[in-house]
């Protein structure tokens, strides 16, 4: 566990978010939160586009939580194409025979060149059922690492962990909720323009993947079919009008439920592929994250298309936010979207 003077920075394609805790006797309390948007295409499939934008917003956010003196280090996680999760089955090794050989053995799962990525590992299961270890690998360019801890820095900050979306999703998820031994629940954030999907058996990770779809989908299509501005759009997108009478209500309805049916087969697909590659592969239960989580057309769909009970997560459920200075009403308002930051805070809060 890394010490309390980090932070947990969620750096997505609209928004970035912050999050700052701090690990008491009985639990965690949170000692700040704040969220900023970013420009349009700022961040594009992952890769920072512009990053002077993005280095202002993270010093905004450091500065409006009074943080500057107290926080050096953050915690950052990176989803979409230029990340690849395998779970894969080896002969059973140890961890330095594993971390030795690893390199040979990604070669197979990976399709960039070994040498343009970074690689780890964590063994999920030292002895399965076929006398095997299962593994998790995880690779990610070099490049888009790169980018993202060089905005750190010039925003102050230095980078001490690089994570994955989907487990800083599963690290919020745990300190939240009590997973009873033998269910199986599905984690899902939509952000932007990723679809992150973590599938928790027992509390392990049993299947990863990111979808290439996300809320921007929503502000394109009500854009383009509503003949509206982007600023538009993403007003209609979140409730907020339109100064058009052009617009009425029910068209806004039916684009956010075109683009929702579209991301719910997405999701049900990615689940079905879970489904037929694990024995007693049911999904008790999926909970909700992202910007869209609130989005009442997708969790109707999702929950239509995959026969699961859907469920928005509240990554504060068991966190303490009574320190002077938080909005209560604003945290509820922002829980799905806090959940990443808040995952990525985890691993840098101190016991006290």
């Not at 360019?141 to 801890?149: E, L, S």
């Not at 979306?165 to 952000?191: K, S």
């Not at 509820?332 to 959940?339: D, F, H, N």
Request: hydrophobic content about 40%; overall charge negative; charged content about 20%.
């Amino acid at each position: 566990m890394a010490k309390g003077n980090l932070c947990g920075l969620d750096i997505g394609s609209s928004s970035v978010k912050v999050c700052w805790l701090k690990e008491k006797k009985h639990g965690y309390q949170l000692n700040g939160y704040g969220m900023i948007n970013l420009p349009p295409e700022a961040i594009v499939d992952g890769s920072i586009m512009n990053a002077s934008a993005v280095i202002d917003a993270v010093r905004e956010l450091i500065a409006s939580q009074k943080m500057q003196k107290k926080v050096k280090e953050a915690a950052v996680s990176v989803s979409g194409h230029s990340v690849i999760l395998r779970k894969i089955n080896l002969p059973v090794m140890t961890r330095e025979e594993l971390d030795e050989s690893i390199q040979w053995e990604a070669e197979q799962y990976i399709p960039f060149d070994i040498n343009d990525v970074f690689i780890d590992t964590h063994i999920l299961n030292e002895h399965n059922d076929q006398g095997q270890m299962d593994v998790l690998l995880v690779a990610a360019k070099k490049d888009m690492i790169n980018d993202y801890t060089s905005v750190i820095r010039e925003a102050g900050l230095e980078c001490s962990v690089v994570d994955v979306d989907a487990f800083a999703l599963q690290n919020a998820f745990d300190i939240n909720y009590d997973l009873p031994m033998g269910e199986t629940v599905a984690l899902i954030n939509v952000g932007a323009s990723v679809v992150n999907i973590n599938v928790l058996q027992s509390g392990i990770s049993a299947f990863t993947r990111d979808i290439a779809q996300g809320g921007n989908q929503y502000t394109d299509e009500i854009q383009k079919q509503l003949n509206v501005s982007y600023d538009e759009a993403e007003a209609l997108k979140i409730g907020g009008g339109a100064e058009s009478d052009s617009v009425v209500p029910q068209e806004v309805e039916r684009v956010m439920q075109q683009v929702s049916e579209t991301i719910a087969n997405d999701v049900q697909r990615s689940l079905d592929f879970y489904g037929a590659t694990t024995a007693d592969a049911t999904i008790n239960r999926i909970y909700l994250s992202g910007g869209c989580a609130k989005v009442p057309a997708l969790s109707k769909a999702i929950e239509a298309k995959t026969g699961v009970p859907v469920e928005e997560i509240d990554p504060f459920r068991q966190v303490d936010v009574s320190a002077r200075g938080l909005d209560p009403t604003f945290l509820r308002r922002q829980g799905p979207l806090a959940t990443v930051s808040l995952g990525l805070a985890l691993r840098c809060s101190d016991p006290s």
